[in-house]
């Protein structure tokens, strides 16, 4: 209950259990008005004792349905100022019903606004209420989820994980995904890191794609993408063989044609590399649609090499396509391949000398996993016909 005189603000805060049943008093609260709010007129004087009310007792309605007992007749005016504008959108911060009560039957609130006391030091904060009440601006720390386990006795269930070599460490479990998860201490970062980067299976990949590989085994610590980006850049295979893969060096997200699985692949010769068990070329093959990739070794670059491979790799699993693209090399362009090709139908298209992108999605897969066998062969370079399906996998 709220009510007005010519020199103070009085409000009754109350409660009610129900509807129809007396009122329980929570407290009161009077105050006289400064200088400039004497020469208020009575509609802003009644507005005012709302204001001065949801500022005294903000913390008790803010959440709560508000019914507001007051002598005001008239909330909508045409021409209201800026100030009672104001005062409108702060009363819609709040859930608020006013109601129109006479100052005779609204006594108590009518006596307090008429109390002479001192001024009060603190003035009427007739602003909107702070925006970043009941929100939270810290970031939310590492350990939330183990304080909402330890907080609700949750029971979570273990996901099978790889295991990693010598990790004396403790199971926390995450709150979101309920997965028990490995926390790694500081004296095994550097094991779990070289594993997942080096060891076999790794192939080298950067830092994001390696912090990847070791949350899949179950294992975690705070600090776990930059500790994998440090032990990346200073891996010495990485430096030799040229910068890590990053996002500018993903697959083009988008084929060349709309196209089915398996209706267009791109064909490309790699080398000639160092002699290594006889074989001195690699013959990669790449869908457009699935990016799927077959690679073999061979020794020479020939058309009898490219025809048999066709025929025992591509046509007999994957059907025969639509269409084949590839570059203007004579292992390509010949009658043999033409006859083979126009035999089963398939549209041979070339990528011309200026246009090599023609053919990207093979040009892609060459650099990527000539870097990659790079990283993964001895110095002397022999051992790498014996590592293409480690690069490919």
Not at 97 to 112: E, F, M, P, R, W
Not at 244 to 255: D, F, G, L, N
Not at 285 to 297: E, I, S
């Amino acid at each position: 209950m709220c009510d007005a005189s010519n020199s103070a603000l009085g409000v009754v805060l109350g409660e009610r259990a129900g509807v129809g049943k007396p009122m329980h008093v929570i407290a009161y609260a009077s105050r006289r008005m400064d200088p400039a709010q004497l020469n208020y007129t009575i509609t802003k004087k009644e507005l005012l004792e709302i204001v001065f009310a949801l500022d005294k007792f903000c913390s008790y309605l803010l959440v709560s349905k508000i019914v507001v007992f007051s002598k005001i007749f008239l909330l909508k005016k045409p021409d209201a100022k800026p100030r009672l504008i104001q005062w409108m959108l702060l009363f819609q911060e709040f859930n608020i019903v006013i109601i129109d009560k006479k100052g005779a039957k609204n006594s108590i609130t009518d006596h307090l606004s008429r109390i002479e006391r001192d001024n009060d030091p603190m003035p009427i904060k007739d602003e909107f209420p702070d925006e970043q009440l009941l929100h939270i601006t810290t970031p939310t720390p590492w350990f939330t989820d183990i304080c909402n386990f330890v907080a609700r006795h949750l029971c979570y269930t273990r996901k099978d994980c790889k295991m990693m070599p010598n990790t004396t460490s403790r199971t926390i479990p995450t709150y979101e995904d309920f997965v028990m998860i490995k926390y790694i201490p500081d004296t095994e970062i550097n094991s779990v890191l070289q594993f997942c980067h080096a060891a076999t299976g790794g192939d080298h990949y950067g830092s994001t794609w390696t912090a990847r590989k070791v949350l899949d085994c179950g294992l975690y610590w705070p600090t776990i993408f930059k500790d994998a980006y440090q032990f990346v850049s200073t891996c010495e295979k990485c430096q030799k063989a040229g910068v890590a893969i990053s996002k500018r060096h993903e697959i083009p997200q988008q084929p060349i044609l709309f196209c089915e699985v398996f209706d267009v692949w791109g064909i490309n010769f790699m080398g000639s590399f160092s002699v290594s068990n006889g074989y001195s070329y690699i013959l990669l093959t790449a869908d457009y649609v699935l990016k799927w990739v077959k690679a073999t070794t061979t020794k020479t670059n020939d058309v009898k090499v490219v025809v048999d491979f066709l025929k025992s790799n591509i046509f007999c699993q994957f059907g025969v396509p639509k269409a084949l693209i590839s570059d203007q090399g004579s292992h390509f362009c010949n009658r043999a391949m033409s006859s083979i090709l126009h035999k089963y139908g398939v549209v041979h298209r070339i990528a011309t000398t200026y246009h090599p992108q023609t053919n990207d999605q093979a040009e892609v897969f060459n650099r990527e996993i000539k870097k990659t066998l790079q990283k993964i062969t001895n110095p002397n370079r022999k051992d790498w016909s014996r590592l293409l399906e480690d690069a490919l996998w």
